[in-house]
């Protein structure tokens, strides 16, 4: 554990590295208690570098002996400061060989080299390889890794690392060997090996240039059925790359192996992605259609990573969104390709929406607000952020909008050309696009370096004589920690024009042709005129939410009606919808926490009844129409956050659509269902998600047939997605029949991992779910907060996913909190800060419970055996 090491760190510090590294020959003899890491390194001083000495990183390892050119080192001839090995006057062509100890089985931070049950994995990304041997632990430093693995036969029978499996045999002892070699240089951070007793699928793939690749899923025996719908995705992945980017797999084996025990979602190792099981596993027996989803996404996301990361990679950790904007932009991409169809493709952008305005714009408005290009931290791995991902996607996605969809290739093809085999910036990737295209991209930049969501306004202004419409986009952007004043963002707003009929204007405007134009917005305020507008329109705006952006405009109630009935972009479509809702629930809301009255007004709900029945669209649409804006949400648009007003008033609409759409919700449930076999496509995805949103609507209404539908639905579903839906109906509702079929459900399902993670966040976000009866289930022999999926199933959910019981007012839910974040950072460090940020927003709740939540705050920062990860955020949040 760091205590007194905190340090910011900031961009504009930045200087090469004064050697780099051309080869690294490793050698792992692993042992749970004693693992011996040989590293022979041969290095050269970098041209570009005045410094003199070699810096190594190094921690949590023990030095055991240190040759250069041979000789081996005393103490005098280097010094380890804190967690940098130094050596002073080295000449230019160094080999260095390192013999270095370390216990895997004694590290729960679950970064470097560790063990899950049983089994030897490594992360490295984003500083884990320092602590599995002295290294420059820095993504511009790229070598040859040559792996040698020696371990015990019988209880690790499969060794792996990275690139490709040059020889393997016996040792004598009972132990093994494989020694493995990667072609491609690669930063430290994609380095991995595994050592583990596992099972693979394997399957060859022709490549498009003819060439056969061995893919293998491994996965712990016992899981061998799970794995169909990975290598699928896998195989989906790189037939997707090739054809739309033109990127091949450059190997002639990728493995991804599925670990219980991960921080994080997966990890683009180069030929070695290690994947955490939730984005692996899978049978409709054990996962539902959001699981499915999840595991095509991910798989998607860590091998698009091996073009978008690995091959051209970050100069140094402030550039993450260079790979993870782009490589999430490109697994959305895939995603939606992988539907196919518009509506299908509107569906996940509609999801992309949702998450961004259900994490990141609270982030952007809270203490870690921070650029999609960081300028400063303590704490590398507080960055791994929804900001970094998520909007950095929405970066590149506005680049692709801005230069079109055949401009974005070309400015891909010129980043590869340009870049491949390099460490690079932001910058550079801008550079590609704009030069492929011939667009100054110069503006634009202030999106990589300008935190905060901005709020574009728009004012409209009909002719009727002139037959113009005017229309007048401003933007501001609320001041973030350390930036204060914003300069105007380079916004493009995708502009349509509804008439009376609910049909597109063609739009007639300068160079501006057909149904939607993509207006500009460079200035703090601009008017664009549109000609030729023979009737006043309803003007739909930001359409497929073409900028992460807040956008206000006086919409009366009609025109939202209008535009939820008739706009020809699904993704307006929806919003309006939403607007239509979120206009309500905030009212009620607000009305709740003042003693005021109930009601909802029909139009509402008949404007909910239409989209329900309409059967020209598509079932997944019309689930997202009908989804109402979340608690988290409606929090963030309230001037004052009163969580259990929010949870009642929601609630309230919930009831009263179940009870006003009866009639409607029970024929679409019936005409919903998907008899035959279980298949995870979008289509009947979509058919179950709008029958189960329909279902659980019918629940939330006072009487009790919704209920014993749900009953129903559990006692004869046959797969995972209608199982849970029923579940989580009936204990949403209160059901008597609860407690009884969460221990059925248990019983059925107790040795399967992922499937008890869902039982405990069932349970955690239940509306009489307390602090006691959290503590209660963390009793329960199944719960171990050491296992990051269980401690996010039980600790996380409740924090976060049942704001109504965590803010009690007696200020239990931040006692709990604090307790929880204290006891996982002494375990994991990145999990506990996670978890930490679960009070970001505290300054936003009325004053007595700010007033809890401070204090909770204040006494984690107070003590002072905390990883820099932990105080980083809560230093963050009290300043
Ligand atoms: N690069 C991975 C994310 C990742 C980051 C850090 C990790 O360990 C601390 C693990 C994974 C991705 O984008 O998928
Ligand atoms: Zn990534």
Not at 306 to 334: A, H, M, P, Y
Not at 429 to 447: S, Y
Request: charged share 25%.
């Amino acid at each position: 554990m760091r205590t007194d090491t905190s340090q910011t760190i900031y961009r504009n510090d930045y200087t090469p590295p004064s050697y780099l590294v051309e080869t690294v020959e490793l050698g792992f003899d692993l042992d749970p208690a004693r693992t011996i890491v040989a590293n022979r390194m041969t290095m050269r001083r970098n041209p570009g570098s005045k410094r003199a000495g070699i810096e190594l990183h190094g921690e949590n390892i023990e030095l055991v002996a240190l040759r250069m050119n041979g000789k081996l080192l005393g103490k005098r001839d280097y010094r380890i400061d804190g967690r940098l090995l130094r050596i002073p006057n080295t000449p230019d062509d160094v080999t260095l060989e390192i013999e270095t100890l370390t216990a895997p089985e004694k590290n729960t931070t679950l970064s470097g080299l560790y063990v899950s049950n049983g089994n030897f994995f490594t992360q490295c990304e984003a500083e884990g390889f320092r602590s599995i041997t002295f290294f420059p632990d820095r993504p511009d430093v790229m070598a040859k890794f040559t792996v040698m693995l020696r371990a015990d036969k019988e209880k690790y029978p499969v060794l792996l690392s990275n690139g490709n499996l040059v020889e393997e045999g016996e040792l004598g002892d009972g132990r093994h060997f494989a020694l493995w070699e990667d072609p491609f240089k690669k930063p430290s951070y994609l380095f991995a090996l595994v050592a583990a007793r596992l099972v693979c699928q394997e399957e060859r793939f022709r490549l498009k240039d003819g060439r056969d690749a061995l893919l293998q899923v491994w996965v712990e025996e016992g899981n061998l059925d799970k794995t169909d719908y990975a290598m699928q995705s896998l195989k989906n992945s790189i037939r997707w790359d090739e054809e739309r980017f033109g990127l091949e797999l450059d190997l002639d084996r990728f493995m991804i192996v599925a670990v219980g025990d991960f921080n994080m979602g997966a990890m683009e190792n180069k030929g070695l992605n290690i994947f955490n099981t939730k984005f692996v596993l899978a049978n409709p027996r054990v996962a539902t259609d959001v699981d499915y989803a999840g595991i095509e996404a991910v798989v998607g996301h860590e091998y698009f990573h091996n073009w978008t990361g690995n091959r051209v990679t970050c100069r140094d950790w402030f550039q993450l969104s260079l790979k993870e904007g782009l490589t999430v932009f490109r697994d959305q991409e895939f995603s939606a390709d992988m539907i196919g169809t518009d509506s299908g493709r509107a569906v996940t952008r509609i999801d992309q929406v949702r998450t961004l305005r259900q994490a990141q714009f609270p982030e952007d408005a809270g203490p870690m607000a921070h650029p999609v290009r960081p300028d400063s931290f303590v704490e590398i791995n507080n960055f791994y952020t929804v900001t970094v991902y998520e909007k950095g996607a929405e970066v590149v996605r506005m680049i692709q909008t801005l230069v079109g969809r055949e401009g974005f290739r070309k400015g891909m093809d010129l980043y590869f050309e340009r870049h491949d085999g390099q460490a690079v910036t932001c910058d550079d990737f801008r550079a590609a696009m704009a030069d492929a295209n011939g667009r100054d991209l110069n503006q634009f930049e202030r999106w990589y370096s300008q935190a905060g969501t901005p709020v574009v306004g728009a004012v409209g202004r009909y002719d009727a004589e002139a037959k113009t419409f005017d229309l007048t986009l401003s933007q501001s952007c609320p001041p973030t920690p350390g930036q204060t004043d914003k300069l105007p963002f380079h916004i493009p707003v995708a502009v349509g024009l509804l008439g009376a009929d609910g049909n597109d204007m063609q739009l007639g405007q300068g160079g501006l042709k057909g149904a939607t134009a993509v207006l500009e917005l460079t200035e703090q305020s601009q008017t664009f005129s549109f000609t030729g507008v023979l009737e006043a329109p309803t003007p739909s705006m930001l359409r497929d939410f073409s900028a992460p952006v807040v956008l206000e405009y006086a919409y009366t109630d009609d025109e939202l009606l209008h535009l939820f009935s008739h706009d020809s972009d699904p993704v307006n479509r929806w919003e309006a919808g939403q607007r239509l809702a979120m206009a309500r629930l905030s009212r009620l809301a607000g009305a709740l926490a003042n003693g005021g009255k109930l009601d909802l007004d029909d139009t509402f709900i008949d404007a909910m009844r239409k989209i329900l029945v309409d059967a020209t669209l598509d079932p997944a649409f019309r689930e997202q129409a009908l989804l109402l804006p979340s608690e988290t949400m409606i929090a963030e648009k309230m001037g004052v956050v009163n969580p259990q007003a929010i949870h009642a008033a929601r609630q309230f609409v919930r009831a009263c659509i179940g009870a006003c759409l009866r009639a409607e919700l029970t024929s679409q449930y019936h005409a919903n269902l998907t008899p035959g076999q279980y298949s995870p496509d979008a289509l009947s995805a979509g058919r179950r998600g709008l029958k189960n949103l329909a279902l659980s609507y019918l629940a939330a209404a006072p009487d009790a047939d919704g209920v014993n539908l749900a009953q129903a639905q559990f006692d004869g579903a046959d797969n995972m997605t209608d199982r849970v839906a029923a579940l989580v109906a009936l204990i949403q509702a209160r059901a008597d029949a609860a407690p009884a079929a969460l221990h059925d459900f248990y019983q059925d399902f107790k040795n399967e991992a992922l499937v008890i993670d869902k039982w405990f966040s069932m349970q955690a976000a239940a509306p009489d779910t307390d602090v006691k009866a959290v503590r209660a289930l963390m009793q329960h022999s199944a719960f171990n907060l050491k296992n990051p999926n269980r401690a996010r199933s039980l600790v996380f959910s409740f924090c976060g996913g049942n704001p109504a019981q965590f803010h009690a007012i007696d200020g239990s839910g931040y006692a709990f909190w604090a307790e929880q974040v204290i006891a996982l950072d002494a375990i994991n460090p990145q999990v506990a800060s996670r978890l930490a940020r679960s009070m970001d927003r505290w300054r936003r709740y009325a004053p007595a419970l700010q007033l809890n939540m401070k204090k909770a705050l204040q006494q984690v920062a107070s003590l002072k055996k905390l990883s820099n990860d932990v105080r980083e955020v809560v230093s963050k949040a009290l300043a």
